[in-house]
């Protein structure tokens, strides 16, 4: 396994590995690494030839900036683990190598943005595009791995490709959980044991809500929701909200066609966390 730092590194190497006629998977990241990331590296080693996993903590998605300061960064453990997993290529560069001056591109995703992770969270939609597009340019990936715990971020991400007319396919895989069902996320190390353990009540209230559908209409399935949770009191939902999954249309009557799916945003304590069930 190799880890680079520059830019020309990688691209030199992935041009190697193009003569060679080798497909490239890629699996981006931000580190601190657990589960959920180890399988999608998995399931790029599966469908391609060479795996390269970047870890770099972009600071120009967090719209928060004491949410970037406490992002947990764990790189030599990532890299061990990546080693272990027999990964070919780690990609762990600077702030200044990714960003030598700063980007100044605006993406228009439309309505994907204005909903859910969008309207909460101003820019940070903007700043994904603009480091997955600068990473798709140096890394030039047959196909690309994403978990579904960030459902809409693979909706986002799509229509960049269609936008930018990469020719990349992009992989949703799905999301991995601990024992307790919590979606696995580098954002749990940063919770304490007693909100770790109530988190967990998250998705035990999706699967339960999974089986009121159609039963109970879709409004009231959202209050149902919302207060379950905020009975909690660990937790506070941010939004509950139920969308088709191809659109992230908000669905309002459950004879509407398509697949559909519920996506939650809940604080434990300091710590946000998402979720989501696909019905
Ligand atoms: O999902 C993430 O970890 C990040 O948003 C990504 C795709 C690595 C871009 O920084």
Sequence with gaps: MQVLNTKNEVINLIDKFKKEQKTIGFVPTMGALHEGHLSLVEE???????????????????????????????????????????????????????????????????????????????????????????????????????????????????????????????????????????????????????????????????KKAHYLVPETGVEQLKQWITDEINDNPFLEVEYVEIVDSETLKVVKDWNEPGKKVICVAVYAGKIRLIDNIVL
């Design 44 to 206: 790029a080693k599966k469908n391609c030839d060479v795996t390269v996993v970047s870890i770099f903590v972009n600071p120009t998605q967090f719209n928060d900036p004491e949410d970037l300061k406490r992002y947990p960064r764990t790189l030599e453990n990532d890299v061990e683990l990546l080693h272990s997993l027999d990964c070919d290529i780690v990609f762990a560069p600077s702030v200044q190598e990714i960003y030598p001056e700063p980007d100044t591109r605006k993406f228009n995703f439309g309505y994907l943005e204005s909903v859910m992770e969008g309207a909460k969270r101003p820019g940070h939609f903007n700043g994904v595009g603009q480091v997955v597009s600068r990473l798709f340019d140096i890394v030039r990936p047959d196909k690309a791995f994403f978990g579904m715990k960030d459902f809409q971020q693979i909706a986002i991400i799509k229509e960049m490709v269609r936008q930018l007319h990469y020719d990349i396919e992009i992989v949703p895989c799905p999301i991995v959980r601990e024992e307790s069902g919590l979606a696995r996320s580098s954002r749990n190390t940063l919770l304490d044991e007693e909100h770790r353990k109530n988190a967990a009540h998250i998705y035990a209230t999706l």
